[in-house]
């Protein structure tokens, strides 16, 4: 599949909102496996999915998790997925934006993400 230019940097300006926000929102030490990586990725594929197509949404977040393993691959997959269901629900919504940023904080205090605990993929609320 070809990215176009436009969309890789519609991609990388919500990768760096998501991570911005993970920093305002979460604790250091969650950024890494933890409730503050799992909101980085929900919410950035979140942010990808009310800009791009779904399927460049997929493709963006899955080509970056392919350099990961393991837990952490697994666990960044399960909460992209997650964050492209919560853009899809917020599309065309007024503050689509805020809404999937409050949808994914909702989501971990409820056990809704994944993160890595103890070398186990568990719920964000674990």
Known sequence: MFL????????????NTAFK???????DRTLFQGTGDAFRHCYWNAL??????????YEIAT???????GNDKEMDLRNNSIGRQIGRDNTGKASAGIRS??????????????ISKSGKLVRSNA
């Open 63 to 69: 080509r970056h998790a392919s350099t990961s393993r």
């Open 48 to 57: 990808m999915e009310i800009r791009l197509s779904t399927k460049d949404a």
């Open 101 to 114: 940023r409050d949808a994914r904080k909702n989501g971990t205090s409820r056990g809704k993400l994944w």
């Open 4 to 15: 176009y230019p436009y969309d890789c940097s519609i991609a990388w300006d919500r990768a």
């Open 21 to 27: 926000k993970a920093q305002d929102l979460d604790p």
